[in-house]
């Protein structure tokens, strides 16, 4: 009986990348048997996964959700191919590409939207290839956001070994940022990463916060707008730290283990930190969304796709952290 497990999406990430081959290999760890798990996409990609990783799964395959039946069994392959059964060229961009992970993410976030899926975990996506199969979204997250009909704040969260991280500002440039840091603004996703921790099992999670300028002093944002924006989380009852200078913050907070998670200014004064001391560990998770979704935090890694040398360990964590979100969330 598999009725009282989380249901996931699993989803196989470019077709042309290493995303098929992990999402075999991960099928094969005996974490999957804690919920229930839809995969979606085209049964030849999963294919093509099984002949590079060498595994075999017993899974059912069905054409229509409705069709799933979680007495049975926990294993279901969602086979949106519907005639195409196309031929993907390991490691190059397309059009095709970008189409058919469109296709199952839309399907995902569908099924999520009705409440017949609880959390969704994906392979990497390639942007390029995204672009080309018709993504008009400057990234997945927006895509996602979207899709759910969010309203709310919402950022990426960046994670290596249970150690958070989240930003005020993204992708725009250095020169904008000043700008942008604004007690409003800060207080943000401070707010948010500490909710999304505690779905995370972290009871009281100690927030640390970083600076913009050099040492926390040659500046006014500090003064005017970081500090301002703590001492009111402070009043919110979340556990709020800083600002901690960023040329050392990443060995306060995390290497020193003070703190849980760290909201940064701006994306390099934290990505710099992050991949130093775990590029390789990495996971991505979707922040202010209703439903959980989380993705290794490497790319599609085109120079090794079908080598089956790519590490299952990011993976693998953004699994266990989609389901242990979408297990505390199921319980409030």
């Not at 989803?11 to 999402?23: K, M």
């Not at 909710?195 to 916060?209: D, H, S, T, Y």
């Not at 940064?264 to 001391?277: I, P, R, T, V």
Request: neutral net charge; proline residues 5%.
């Amino acid at each position: 009986m598999s009725l009282n497990k989380i249901n996931i999406a699993l989803l196989l990430g470019d077709p042309s990348g290493i995303g098929p081959e992990l999402v075999s290999k991960l099928l094969s760890e005996d974490i999957t048997n804690k919920a229930n798990i839809v995969i979606i996409g085209e049964r030849k990609i999963l294919e093509n996964g099984n002949e590079i990783s060498g595994n075999k799964h017993n899974i059912n395959y069905v054409d229509e959700f409705d069709k799933i039946d979680f007495e049975k069994s926990n294993k279901f392959f969602l086979d949106i191919t519907r005639g195409k059964n196309h031929d993907y060229k390991l490691s190059e961009c397309s059009k095709e590409s970008g189409e058919s992970v469109l296709s199952a993410l839309n399907i995902a976030l569908e099924l999520a939207k009705e409440k017949k899926i609880h959390a969704i975990n994906f392979g990497p996506f390639n942007k390029t290839s995204l672009k080309l199969g018709g993504n008009r979204y400057s990234d997945e997250l927006h895509l996602m956001a979207e899709k759910l009909n969010v309203k709310n704040f919402f950022c990426e969260f960046n994670v290596i070994d249970n150690f958070w991280t989240a930003r005020v500002t993204s992708h725009i440039p250095i020169r904008e940022v000043p700008n942008n840091i604004k007690k409003e603004k800060i207080i943000e996703p401070i707010k948010l990463i500490n909710e999304a921790m505690k779905l995370n099992g972290i009871k009281k999670p100690r927030v640390a916060v970083q600076a913009l300028n050099p040492h926390a002093e040659f500046g006014t944002e500090e003064k005017d707008e970081i500090i301002p924006a703590i001492e009111e989380v402070k009043k919110l009852g979340i556990n709020a730290d800083g600002p901690l200078p960023c040329d050392t913050s990443f060995i306060t907070a995390y290497k020193n283990g003070n703190h849980d998670c760290i909201v940064g200014m701006y994306h390099d004064a934290l990505q710099s930190g992050l991949k130093a001391f775990g590029f390789d560990r990495g996971v991505t998770v979707q922040g202010g969304l209703p439903v959980p979704i989380t993705t290794p935090a490497h790319g599609t890694a085109f120079d090794i796709a079908g080598k089956n040398i790519a590490n299952l360990e990011p993976t693998l964590n953004s699994f266990k952290i989609a389901l242990t979100m979408a297990e505390n969330k199921n319980r409030l």
